[in-house]
């Protein structure tokens, strides 16, 4: 043999001296069952979690908007309860103000007709008694005549002298009569005067009350 063989037969002896010494590596069988699968009734339902959590936002945003709603409905009430307020209460200054511009419209109103109630009166008294002053000088310039009892004899004296007592006596049964018409128609000024002012009073405290 060539030194060529020699070699190529020597590297053979040594690998196959080395394959004896290297015992294969023991691999285990594969198994070929499935990968172990979750229970359906166990299995996690991402979209009913999903879905559930929307329900739950939901119905917190309607509770806001619930809340939100109630709070602006009480504050709308609160409002319109206090407008109605201010017009009550406008309403009432108001009243009472026309109150008081009537009742000082009325006070004014009986004190000039209570005014001008006296001064008619006050003018009438006066007027009265000048008429009947102005009567009285008629009537004692219309009665009296001059006296003349020179040339008169006693029977003519006693005649002229029972006319003038005649006369004497029917000035004071007229005298006696004016007093008693005076009287009455003071008592009667008086009593419209009285009746006058305790209508006043009551129409006032009518009016006050």
């Known amino acids: 043999m060539s030194n060529g063989e020699d070699e190529v037969l020597q590297e053979e002896e040594e690998e196959q001296e080395e394959g004896e010494g290297v015992r294969p590596k023991h691999k285990p069988p594969v198994s ?4 172990p699968k979750i229970p359906e009734g166990d299995r996690v339902d991402f979209d009913d979690i999903h879905r559930k959590r929307m329900e ?4 917190e945003l309607h509770t806001l908007i619930e809340v939100h709603f109630h709070q602006r409905r009480t504050e709308e009430a609160e409002i319109i309860a206090l407008k109605d307020r201010i017009q009550r209460v406008r309403a009432e200054k108001e009243r009472h103000r ?5 009742k000082k419209m009325v006070l004014s109103n009986m004190g000039a007709h209570f005014g001008g109630f006296l001064a008619k009166l006050e003018q009438g008294k006066w007027g009265k008694k000048q008429t009947g002053r102005e009567v009285k000088k008629k009537t004692l310039g219309d009665r009296r005549r001059p006296l003349v009892t020179e040339d008169l004899q006693e029977d003519a004296l006693r005649e002229r002298a029972a006319e003038m007592w005649s006369q004497i006596h029917q000035l004071e049964a ?6 008693e018409t005076t009287k009455r128609q003071k008592y009667e000024v008086t009593s419209c005067h009285v009746i006058h002012l305790s209508s006043c009073h009551h129409m006032i405290i009518n009016f006050l009350s």
Request: hydrophobic share 60%.
């Open 174 to 179: 007229d005298k006696f009569d004016l007093m």
């Open 56 to 59: 739950k936002d939901l119905l």
């Open 98 to 102: 026309q109150a008081r511009v009537a």
């Open 32 to 35: 070929q069952l499935a990968a």
